[in-house]
C-alpha cells in the first residue's frame, strides 16, 4: 500500500498527478489535477472529491474519458484516491475522485458467493506439489548416483544445483549479479495505469461491457435479455483463441490494467480498469461499481489498451480482457474488489453446432462466473451467438437441440433434455428458451444453493421447413377392454411432401372405466386443456399450490417429460368443445366447484396438487417423428368391461 492522503485532510486548491495508459505501448502517462473541493450528500452517502484537468495532453485526447475510472490519484506522493466518473455532456475536464479510504474496506467485506460442495483441486498448490516431488525424486536418483560420482564431479553436481536455485548461471556469476544490479531498480513510484470501464457519469450511469465471440445477431441477444442501459462493446481478448489462460503467479501493482470479466473463452463479456491499491494479493480497483451486485464472483484478469475514441461530449479508452488472475469478489458503490491467485467457481459450457444445408459445424467453449442472476440467460446467449455463428439465417429454419446438464439439483445429478423446433423469423431464439427455462429453475432452487458442474448443448440445423400436420388417426379396432392395446393407422402430411403413414400403439389403461373413451392424437407442444386452465380462461383465480409445493427436483422432471414438438402423443382428451355458451359456463361452475373443494383440502392436508394429480391420471403414448406437429386431431374407442 501506497502512503494515503486522508480525506479529511484534502483541501480546495491542492495539486497532484493522474496517471493511466492510453495505447498499446503500455506507457504510463501523466496529466496534472487540481482539487476543487470534497463532496458530501449526507448520511449514508457517498463521499467524493471534486477535480479539474488541463494540459495540451489531456486536451489532445479530449479530457477525461469513458475508461479512465480507477486511474490513481497522487498530491505530494501521497494517494488520495481513484479517477471514478465525469458529468455527462459537461465539462469532460472536470471530474470526481472516490476517496481510497472508501474503497480498501471492500477488502474486509463478507464473502460468500465462492461456495461449492464440489469437489475441486487448487492448482497452485497441486503445481508446486508436484514440482516439489519431481525434485525429490531427482535428489533421490542424484543420491543413487553419488557412490558412481569422483569428488571432483559431486562438487560441481551441487555448484549447479544451488546456482540454479538461487537463479545464478553456473561460471557467470559476476555477470549475473551485475544484470541483476542493472535491474533491480524500483519501479517508479505510484505510476499508474489505465481503466476501461466507466460510467457515462454520475448524472446517468451505464455500464459498458467489452465482448468476444458475439456477432451482430449475439450482441441483439444479449441486449435484449441483459438488463436495461447495458452497451455492449465488441472486442477481443488477448491472444489467439479463445481458450482460457490462467496465471497463476500474477502481481499487480497500482495503476496497471485489470479487467472484470463474468464470460471467459471463445465468448468472453467483461469489462476493463485499473488498479487502484494493492494489499500483497487484495486489489482494490475501477472507483465505483462493475454492475453493482455487492458481494459477487467473477473472473479477475488482466487487460491491454488499444488506444482511445474522443467523442463530442465523452470519449472512450477501449482495452482488452486478458488472462484470467484471480477472482473478484465485491463489486460496490465505491469500486471492485478480489483476491490474486484465487479463483471463481465457475460453469464450463460447450455448444456443438452443425448446420446440414451449409455444410458447416464448429464447438464453442466458455466458462461462466457463476451468478445465479446471469448464469441462465448467459448460458442460453452463448448457444444462440454459435448457433447464429455457424449458419448465416436462423430464419425458415428447423434445429434439434440436445443439452445436458450434470447438477446435484436433479436425480442421478444428470439433467437431459431433447427437441425440436421450426420458425419463420428466428429458430435460435426458440430453441434455447427450454435451456433457459432449466437453468433458471436448478439456480432458483429454494432448498439449497444448487452446483452446476457443466452445461453441454449439441444443436444441429437443417434450413427448410421440417414440420407435419396430423391428418387422420384410424384405430385398428373401435371396441376395446381395459389393458388391450390399440394401433393406430395416423396419417400425416409434411410440409411440401406427400403423405405419410405412422402405426402407432396405445395401450388403454387398465383402470379405465367402461364407455367412450375420448382421445388427443397430437404434437408434443401441445397442452391438453385442464379445468383449471378454464378458470383461468375465465378470468378466475386459478390456485398455485402444485407450483407452490414443488421441489426443484420435481420442477426439473416436469420439464424432462413435457412433450417434445416432433412427438406424437396419444392420451385421454378433455371433452368435447362446449356448444353453446351455456354449456361452457356449466363447465366453468363445476370447474370452480373443484377448485372450492381443493382449497377446502389443503385447510385439513396442507396442500394439494391438482394439476399433478391429472397428470398421474393420464396415460399416453409417445412416438416420434422427424417433424414438427404441428396441430391435434380427435379419435374415440367403446371401452367395454
Known sequence: MPPILPYEEVTEGMQGTAYTVLDTSGEIRTFPIEIIGRMESGKGSQRMIMARTSGDFIEHVGGVLQGMSGSPIYVDGRLIGALAAGLK??????????????????????????????????????????????????????????????????????????????????????????????TNEAPEENTPAQSETAEQGKTEEKAYFFTRGFNAAGLRYLEKNLPAGTTFIPLGTTGDSGKIHTRYDATLEGGQPIGVAVVYGDFSIGATGTVTAVDGKKVVAFGHS???????????????????????????????????????????????????????????VRIHVKDDALGTEETFGAQIAYDEDFLPVLSSSIAYAAMSKVSDALGSSTARIHFTIRTNAYENGVFERRNMYYNTADVGQIAVTELLQALGTIVTNAEKESDIVDVDVDVELTGDRQTALLVSATPDKTTVKPGETVTFQTKIRPYRKPEETLSIPYKVPKDQVPGTLNLDIRGGGFVPVSPLAL????????????????????????LAET???????????????????????????????????????????????????????????????????????????KVEE
Do not use: C
Open 89 to 182: 455532456d459537461l465539462s469532460p475536464y472536470t471530474f470526481f475522485i472516490t476517496p481510497i479510504e472508501d474503497m480498501t474496506p471492500l477488502w474486509d467485506m463478507p464473502d460468500t458467493k465462492n461456495q461449492t460442495r464440489i469437489q475441486t483441486v487448487n492448482i497452485v498448490e497441486a503445481v508446486e506439489a508436484r514440482r516439489k516431488a519431481e525434485e525429490k525424486e531427482k535428489l533421490r536418483a542424484r543420491e543413487k548416483a553419488v557412490g558412481k560420482m569422483s569428488r571432483a564431479e559431486r562438487e560441481a553436481e551441487w555448484r549447479d544445483m544451488i546456482d540454479a536455485l538461487t537463479g545464478k548461471k553456473a561460471d557467470d556469476t559476476k555477470g549475473t549479479e551485475e544484470t541483476s544490479e542493472g
Open 563 to 637: 412433450g417434445q414438438n416432433n412427438e406424437v402423443i396419444i392420451a385421454p382428451g378433455a371433452a368435447p368443445a362446449p356448444a353453446s355458451e351455456k354449456e361452457l359456463k356449466k363447465r366453468i361452475k363445476e370447474a370452480a366447484k373443484a377448485s372450492a373443494r381443493a382449497a377446502k383440502k389443503e385447510q385439513t392436508q396442507g396442500g394439494v396438487k391438482l394439476l399433478a394429480d391429472e397428470k398421474k391420471r393420464e396415460k399416453k403414448e409417445r412416438f416420434f417423428a422427424p417433424y414438427v406437429i404441428e396441430n391435434v386431431i380427435h379419435a374415440s374407442l
Open 290 to 348: 462493475f454492475m453493482h451486485k455487492g458481494n459477487v464472483n467473477y473472473f479477475m484478469t488482466d487487460a491491454d489498451v488499444i488506444g482511445t475514441i474522443a467523442g463530442q461530449s465523452n470519449g472512450v479508452k477501449i482495452a482488452n480482457i486478458g488472462s484470467v488472475i484471480g477472482r473478484i469478489s465485491q463489486d460496490r458503490e465505491t469500486g471492485v474488489a478480489g483476491m490474486l491467485g484465487t479463483f471463481p467457481t465457475a460453469v464450463p
Open 535 to 558: 378458470l383461468a380462461q375465465a378470468g378466475l383465480e386459478v390456485p398455485d399450490d402444485e407450483e407452490r409445493f414443488k421441489t426443484t427436483e420435481e420442477k426439473l422432471r416436469d
